[in-house]
């Protein structure tokens, strides 16, 4: 069942039997979802893959449109089940995280340009709610089945094998993000207090924890000097570290409400949120906490974001089955997608 009362898509989701329901770290029920996150690419990698590519969690489908086209050029069905979260291989190989497929989750594997299924990960995966790649082309995947299992499985370049798992510090991972190092950030919904771990790579202890300033941590982002940003969903916040360090560098909060997946910098180094509780994307001036704008018309219950090539910004509205489109600096709607969408939930750009 996808109740109305999910959260934004990157919230925690439990399983339970058949039903499907978002709920906190203390397990209490929240609104419409998470993400992740992450699967929404930085628009300094966007560049090099021209379409856009949908995770429809309430259609059981990926959904691609051509650059500036609001009709589908093509649909993904074939093994996708409650797609949370998406990214791309070097190679250009979609890897879709399918919280519900065959029941324990899994994670599909599509080549460049193709709708059939080229192979399928299951092996470790359980209800994956976040994906993630390293320089070495190692697949990381955050599972989440409340109260069941929660850990990280690695996996080497087109395997499907479980390289390593990571399970020390690792609760309710709701995000994952590989730093320049390649070190591994975890965001963990389920600790308490609430986290970011880091780890080293190949590693699977935690190198250190951040907690300062953290609750219900649902995205994480880079900004282009390694500071690390966390959208905190429960305390309306965002925080900022320096590269390194774990200690508070400065909280962002004008504006903020229920931070989802959506959180990434454009090329001119603003900081945009998605804020799935007043159903807006405020946008923060380069490494300040100073409220640029706000964009409001067409945003429904935002969850991910992101940016073409052009720098035009997209904005998955799970609360209204649509992806609203904004030229660069503009908080106008550009254009509407609306055509096979059903609940997005991540977006990505891809070939």
Not at 82 to 105: I, K
Not at 322 to 342: D, E, F
């Amino acid at each position: 069942m996808r109740t109305a009362n999910r959260a934004v898509h990157v919230l925690s989701i439990c399983a339970a039997a058949a039903i499907f329901a978002s709920c906190s770290s203390s397990g209490s029920v929240i609104n419409p979802t998470l993400g992740v996150r992450r699967s929404v690419p930085l628009p300094r990698g966007a560049g090099s893959y021209p379409n856009l590519y949908v995770a429809n969690y309430g259609g059981n489908s990926v959904t691609v449109y051509a650059p500036g086209s609001t009709s589908v050029l093509r649909t993904i069905r074939d093994g996708v089940e409650v797609p949370d979260a998406l990214a791309f291989d070097s190679a250009g190989n979609l890897y879709v995280a399918n919280y519900y497929g065959n029941y324990y989750g899994t994670v599909t594997v599509y080549a460049p340009g193709s709708t059939s299924l080229l192979r399928t990960i299951s092996q470790g995966v359980k209800a994956p709610v976040s994906l993630a790649f390293d320089a070495a082309g190692n697949l990381y995947v955050g599972n989440c089945i409340c109260y069941q299992y929660t850990d990280v499985t690695v996996y080497a370049p087109g395997s499907g094998t479980v390289l390593r798992t990571i399970t020390q510090g690792v609760d309710w991972p709701q995000a994952l993000a590989v730093d320049g190092g390649g070190n591994l950030y975890v965001a963990n919904t389920g600790s308490n207090p609430n986290s970011v771990t880091v780890y080293a790579p190949g590693s699977t202890s935690v190198e250190r924890t951040i907690s300062a300033g953290v609750g219900d941590p649902f995205a994480l982002a880079f900004d282009r000097t390694g500071n690390l940003y966390v959208g905190n969903h429960g305390i309306n916040s965002v925080t900022a570290y320096a590269a390194g360090r774990t200690k508070l560098l400065r909280t962002i909060s004008k504006g903020v409400s229920g931070p989802g997946q959506g959180l990434a910098f454009d090329n001119a180094g603003s900081l945009y949120v998605t804020n799935f509780f007043n159903s807006t994307v405020t946008v923060y001036r380069r490494g300040r906490n100073v409220l640029r704008r706000t964009i409001s018309q067409g945003v429904n219950g935002p969850n991910g974001l992101a940016f073409d090539s052009a720098g035009n910004l997209y904005v998955a509205n799970y609360g209204g089955s649509t992806v609203t489109v904004y030229a660069p600096g503009r908080k106008n709607v550009l254009r509407t997608i609306a055509q096979g969408l059903g609940e997005p939930a991540a977006l990505a750009f891809g070939p």
